[in-house]
């Protein structure tokens, strides 16, 4: 394998570094590392950025700072390539001109940690690591035990008790080793860490290891060759006037600052002019980013998380301080939204044929709320990320969801039902 060229610099003090084997966070400061490409080398080969033939994230290879690990027919090949559907209806409800969802529940553990798992097993495999661990709210891990079990490698994952059970049964059947903790996730957190350190495993912590953002980013690659496909009067194309607004939910804060990251790096490489809103959607009840956005803090005050949305349930989000500048340098915005908002999000979308996750349907609920707020016009594109499959979490569905009536099997039944 032919590994490809690239530094880390600090996201806190900016140091430089190399790229050694083993590297998580800055030794200065602990602050997230920024992995940097040899953005002058892309830009002069900037045909040769997309493998065509490629369909899910690796087809964007040459903007990766992996090496291709094959495992070629498997579902590790499939993370990413998700669909754009435009919601009509849910538009029209808003008074919008148009809005798009992009469904990251059609990755092949359903939901969006596929990219950073796959980037991160690529990683893994490169550097000869045997086990990699991560601590997870259930999505990461599914994501990880999913890709180790495809390329036949061992995981180990350390999940809060509570998660939902169907997040929980992922990990199981993936053959992963699945350790619950009797705690949060950040507690599965700081263990994970020093199991790791300990046993000499491969941590994939989210914000913890660079390579997550990595694959995060691919995402944002995906919209920017959707919206180079769309037809030129079309609002979202990237020659129409009012820039693209895309919902996505924050949690650790990881997702929306590999999107940032994946747009900076579409400038760097000089295929893009400009870059999207970049809308961070927390819950009410674990909203540390949008507290210290509001404040107009740098830093990012821990709270004690309390949502329905299990996968932003997070009491000191890992990658805040990039989750943050994702959102002010954007000119987008922070929104937080209530669990009752969250579930009506899950129906709404769900009249419009897509099954959210709590956490997926965030994205939506703030959308309705900046439209309440006038942070978003009629005339502006919107895409949400839909992060997670509503089949994760069947429980909470439920509860957004009408009960069904149930009866005698006869015609006259029927009848009595339909006349009430
Ligand atoms: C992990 C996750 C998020 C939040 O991503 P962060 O990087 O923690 O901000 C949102 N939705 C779903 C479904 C997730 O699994
Ligand atoms: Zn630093």
Known sequence: MNSPRFTYRCSLCQRASEAAELTYTCPADGGNLDVLLDYEGLRRQNQALILPEERGLWRYLPLLPVADPGGHETP???????????????AAGLGLRALWLKDESRNPSASFKDRASAVVMARAAEIGAEVV?????????????????????????????????????????????????????DDAFDLTIQAAHEFGWYCRNTGYNPFTAEGKKTAAFEIWEWQS????RSPASLQAGAP?????????????????????????????????????VQAEGSAAVANAFFSQADRIQPVTAHTIADSISVDLPRDGVRALRAVRETGGCCLTVSDAEILRAIASLGRVGVLAEPAGAAACAGLVKAVEQGL???????????????????????????????????????QRLLRQ
Request: aromatic share 6%.
């Open 76 to 90: 590790f090949r499939e993370a990413g390539g998700t669909p754009v559907y435009q919601l009509h209806a849910l």
């Open 133 to 185: 661990v991560t601590a997870s709210t259930g999505n990461a891990g599914a994501a990880l035990a999913g890709m180790a079990a495809a390329l036949g490698r061992k995981a180990v994952i350390f999940a809060p008790r509570a998660a939902p059970p169907a997040k929980i049964a992922q990990l199981l059947i993936f053959g992963a080793q699945v350790i619950l903790v009797e705690g949060s996730y």
């Open 229 to 232: 496909r769309q037809p030129p």
């Open 244 to 280: 693209l607004s895309i919902f996505i939910p924050v949690g650790d804060g990881n997702i929306i600052a590999g999107i940032h990251k994946g747009f900076k790096d579409l400038l760097a490489v000089g295929v893009i002019e400009r870059l999207p809103r970049l809308f961070g």
């Open 376 to 414: 978003i016009t009629p005339e502006e594109p919107v895409l949400l990320l839909n992060t997670g499959s509503g089949l994760k979490d069947v429980r909470a569905v439920l509860q957004a969801a009408p009960e069904a009536p149930v009866i005698e099997p006869t015609l006259e039944e029927v």
